[in-house]
């Protein structure tokens, strides 16, 4: 049973069209939830973590909201730089993160 | 502030060989972590260390895959015998805690021919 979601598993933009990757979980005693993104040939790098529902958090053109269920990364007025993979990762307790299998984001010129 | 660093980036090696790999956590970094990330998937955790205690370890095959994190700072993973499944990027990652956000390092990528 998985426990992360994600969707759509690609995404192609054009510059400048906003859009949302979706995050959905089923974890019992979420500790946090946490967004990364992936570059080709990369490790994860660290974006957000969000630690309960209503909870908002904006980094440059990402923001990232949490609900009980799920959460969205909004992407707004995108460039091809955040051309990347996002992962979504829950933690529960002190334990290890649960990854999703990614969103791939393109955004072309 | 240096990141995580991991040796070596690419490995190539024959079914049934060994293979060793290896972890330079952010310094001050209590916890550390092994995933796997297969092409197409998101990270799979191997094993959490926290300072050279074993935390988690439910998802190591332990048949061959063993890890150890000496003096609470570096760590080895390895695996012996390889098989063709294990092919996939080996990631290490650490966190001050826990319960804090994990930074990762650039992976070694192992081929099993």
């Known amino acids: 049973e998985d426990q992360v979601t994600q969707s759509p598993e690609a995404l192609r933009l054009q510059e400048g069209e906003s859009s949302s990757l979706n995050c959905s979980y089923t974890v019992s005693g979420l500790r946090g939830l946490f967004w990364y993104r992936q570059d080709p040939g990369k490790g994860p790098e660290f974006l957000f973590t969000?630690?309960?529902a209503g909870e908002e958090k904006e980094k440059e053109r990402l923001k990232a909201t949490l609900t009980k269920k799920e959460s969205f990364l909004h992407i707004t007025a995108p460039k091809p730089e955040d051309s990347a993979t996002y992962l979504c990762?829950?933690?529960?307790?002190?334990?290890?993160?649960?990854f999703g299998k990614g969103t791939h984001l393109i955004i072309q010129p | 502030e240096a990141g995580v660093a991991q040796s070596p980036r690419y490995k190539i090696i024959e079914k049934r060989q060994s293979v060793a790999f290896w972890c330079n956590p952010i310094s001050g970094h209590a916890t550390l972590y092994w995933y796997q990330q297969i092409l197409g998937q998101g990270p799979k955790l191997l094993i959490q260390?926290?300072?050279?205690?074993?935390?988690?370890d439910s998802q190591l095959p332990k048949d061959r895959f063993s890890a150890e994190r000496l003096k609470g700072v570096d760590s080895t993973l390895k695996i012996q015998p390889a098989k063709l499944e294990d092919s996939a990027v080996y990631l290490c990652a650490s966190s001050l805690a826990g319960n804090t956000e994990a930074f990762f390092g650039q992976g070694t990528r192992l081929t099993v021919v």
């Open positions: 969000l630690y309960s």
């Open positions: 990762a829950v933690q529960e307790g002190a334990d290890g993160l649960t």
């Open positions: 260390f926290q300072n050279n205690g074993v935390v988690d």
